[in-house]
Every structure is written in structure tokens, then in C-alpha cells.
């Protein structure tokens, strides 16, 4: 089973970036599809990307679709999740774990384990 540790979160301004990173302890995260999730205060959980285990395939919701980017270092065992002209509503604990993409909604998948997130904060 793969532990993951989430890392990269900040305070930022309103249209600044960040860079997310999820480090996998155990089996080689290329072994799975693996996603970043989020979740806001008093909300639900929302799949951000997820990116199949080839690495050919990476679902965006439509609400960081051209403004997000997920890559990821095979050497390092470590995904990325490049984050720019960032906004208030994007404020929330960030995680990685296993994903799946059904119908265009990105769900984590039945193997998918959590960490304990990395809080991004955006001010206005």
C-alpha cells in the first residue's frame, strides 16, 4: 500500500503560484493513476487532476483547467502539481491519492490512501 506526504502549501495573494509535491512511500506511484483532491472548509472533498499511470493522460476539473498543471519525477517518486493565477475559491486542504476518472468527474479510486494534505490559503 502507498503512503503519500503532501507538501508545498502557502499563503498567497490572488493570482500568484504554487507548487504542490506528493512524495510516495512504498510501491512506485507509476503503478497507479494518481490525483491531487481538495477540500474547503465546510465542503466537499472535489477531484483536481488525475493522471493515468503512463503519465499519457491527465483529467482537469473544469474549475483549474488552464490554470493547473500535474507532472510528475518517476526517479523521485514524487507527483507535482504546478498551480497558477490562483484564487480565493481555490483555498483548501490539498491531497494526493489514487484516482479514477468517470465521466469526466475525477473520484478517488478503491485503492487510494490519504495523507494528512497540505493547506493552501489564497487571499484576496
Known amino acids: 500500500q502507498v503512503h503519500v506526504e503532501e507538501s508545498g502549501g502557502d499563503l498567497v495573494q490572488t493570482g500568484e503560484s504554487l507548487r504542490l509535491s506528493c512524495t510516495a512511500f512504498g510501491p512506485p506511484f507509476d503503478h497507479y493513476s494518481l490525483g491531487w483532491f481538495r477540500q474547503a472548509p465546510g465542503k466537499e472533498r472535489e477531484g483536481v487532476s488525475c493522471?493515468?499511470?503512463?503519465?499519457?493522460?491527465?483529467w482537469y476539473s473544469d474549475s483549474v483547467k488552464g490554470r493547473f498543471t500535474a507532472s510528475k519525477d518517476s526517479v523521485k517518486n514524487t507527483r507535482y502539481l504546478q498551480m497558477g493565477d490562483l484564487k480565493p475559491e481555490d483555498t483548501g486542504t490539498y491531497y494526493c491519492a489514487a484516482c479514477v476518472s468517470v465521466g469526466g468527474v475525477i473520484l478517488p479510486s478503491s485503492v487510494a490512501t490519504w495523507g494528512h494534505g497540505t493547506q493552501v490559503t489564497v487571499s484576496s
Open positions: 493522471t493515468t499511470w503512463s503519465g499519457e493522460t491527465t
